[in-house]
């Protein structure tokens, strides 16, 4: 069993709606979670990173931890078109050693 | 000030060749993780130096290697290339152990 699932998507979705992007964990031990949001050909960029349970907002980007089903959301409020790219899910218990998702395939149409 | 630097982008090898990838962290980051990533397994997690010791590998073989020099840019090397080893290879960097990792664009290998 990986560490880490994620639903590869991909995903496509119009201009405004909102955007649920999901991921699974194996291991309780896992305290550090994050998203990742990767353009075509460049490496991925930090969107949101917490730490435990809990809620983390900013701007239009929503985390969500949730321990005790091992599940971590990413929601997009008002998408727009540059949010198209794919977005990864990341998990570590250490901090030294990171757990990724494969990625989600995210197109926003205009 | 300057992202995380990888040279080179984008390379062409043959089948039991050797390459070395080059990683220049963020000014002040000690630690550096290297990853592979193919569409199939997204991202793998290698190895990741901190003040020029490995900290942490992966569950990759031995062919894979690295080390940190005392600047603490970063190389990877690969052995024997094999055609599987066509991936994006990505190196982060962090200040220390528990710090947000940033990602350079990585190095785009093709093994043919």
């Known amino acids: 069993q990986k560490e880490v699932e994620q639903d590869p998507g991909p995903l496509s979705v119009p201009e405004g709606a909102i955007v649920s992007l999901n991921c699974t964990y194996s291991?309780?031990?896992?305290?550090?979670f994050m998203w990742y949001r990767q353009y075509s050909r460049k490496g991925p960029e930090l969107l949101m990173y917490?730490?435990?349970?809990g809620n983390k907002e900013d701007g239009r980007f929503t985390a969500q931890v949730d321990k005790s089903s091992k599940y971590i959301s990413l929601f997009i409020r008002d998408s727009q078109p540059s949010d198209s790219a794919t977005y990864l899910c990341?998990?570590?218990?250490?901090?030294?050693?990171?757990?990724f998702g494969t990625g989600t395939s995210l197109t926003v149409i205009p | 000030k300057a992202g995380v630097t990888q040279t080179p982008r984008y390379l062409i090898k043959t089948r039991g060749q050797q390459v070395t990838l080059s990683c220049s962290p963020i000014?002040?980051?000690?630690?550096v993780s290297w990853y592979q990533q193919t569409p199939g397994q997204g991202l793998q997690f290698l190895f990741e130096?901190?003040?020029?010791?490995?900290?942490n590998k992966g569950n990759f073989p031995g062919r894979f290697s690295g080390r940190q020099f005392s600047n603490s840019r970063s190389e990877m090397n690969v052995s024997t290339l094999e055609l599987g080893d066509s991936a994006l290879y990505l190196c982060?960097?962090?200040?220390?152990?528990?710090?947000?990792?940033?990602f350079g664009p990585g190095t785009r290998l093709l093994v043919l």
């Open positions: 291991n309780s031990a896992f305290q550090y």
């Open positions: 000014s002040g980051h000690r630690s």
């Open positions: 982060a960097s962090s200040v220390d152990s528990l710090g947000t990792q940033y």
């Open positions: 917490t730490y435990s349970s």
């Open positions: 990341a998990t570590s218990n250490t901090g030294n050693q990171f757990y």
């Open positions: 130096y901190f003040s020029e010791t490995q900290r």
